[in-house]
T-cell receptor
Framework: DTAVSQTPKYLVTQMGNDKSIKCEQN?????MYWYKQDSKKFLKIMFS???????INETVPNRFSPKSPDKAHLNLHINSLELGDSAVYFC????????????????FGAGSRLTVL | DAKTTQPNSMESNEEEPVHLPCNHS???????IHWYRQLPSQGPEYVIH???SNVNNRMASLAIAEDRKSSTLILHRATLRDAAVYYC???????????????FGTGTQLKVEL
């Protein structure tokens, strides 16, 4: 079983559309993240949730809305897609902040490549 | 977040050791040094982390300078499968509100040749 799974793997859509990317982890972790990797390969954190509570929000436009129905899932909804949203989006998870050595380690999904035309 | 500096790229021959350097002169006393790697078309993968002492695991070794202003990731025998971008990252201490936030730099592209 894949530890951190994202769907879809590829997503091609038109500007102005609304789309969602789903993420699920089966590691029993309490903390989940969304990272964005742009065309220049820079990886930037967008959001982090700890047990369904938002703990990191890195100046991301309001068009991006993460939703965590439970601690095993963190979905990313994007409204009014723009060309600049084209990127690979990575979901990740880790043990809760501060809980032993495991808290240091993030497990990433394989990524979801979003292309906005 | 304290910044790290890595060479843009390095080359190695298969079966030879590889030493990937990282400078982090502004590291704070409670920052952990993490290494992740990203293989082509995959998500980042944890490699190793340490605080002050050198660390070994099944993937690699981490050598940390005594003043902690630099570190070196050591792959003992590079294989073609080790070709990836290697990121050296300072994990902000939870004591300063950093939580588990990892800030990735540009990393080092490691090329492994036969």
């Amino acid at each position: 079983d894949t530890a951190v799974s994202q769907t879809p793997k590829y997503l091609v859509t038109q500007m102005g559309n609304d789309k969602s990317i789903k993420c699920e982890q089966n590691l029993g972790h309490d903390t989940m993240y969304w990272y964005k990797q742009d065309s220049k390969k820079f990886l930037k954190i967008m959001f982090s949730y700890n047990n369904k509570e938002l703990i990191i929000n890195e100046t991301v436009p309001n068009r991006f809305s993460p939703k965590s129905p439970d601690k095993a899932h963190l979905n990313l909804h994007i409204n009014s897609l723009e060309l600049g949203d084209s990127a690979v989006y990575f979901c990740a998870s880790s043990q809760a902040v501060g809980q032993g050595a495991g808290a240091n380690v993030l497990t990433f999904g394989a990524g979801s490549r979003l292309t906005v035309l | 977040d304290a910044k790290t500096t890595q060479p843009n790229s390095m080359e190695s021959n298969e079966e030879e050791p590889v030493h990937l350097p990282c400078n982090h002169s502004t590291i704070s006393g409670t920052d952990y040094i993490h290494w992740y790697r990203q293989l082509p078309s995959q998500g980042p993968e944890y490699v190793i982390h340490g605080l002050t002492s050198n660390v070994n695991n099944r993937m690699a070794s981490l050598a940390i300078a005594e003043d902690r202003k630099s570190s070196t990731l050591i792959l003992h025998r590079a294989t073609l499968r080790d070709a990836a971008v290697y990121y050296c990252i300072l994990r902000a201490s939870i004591l300063t509100g950093g939580g588990n936030k990892l800030t990735f730099g540009t990393g080092t592209q490691l090329k492994v040749e036969l």
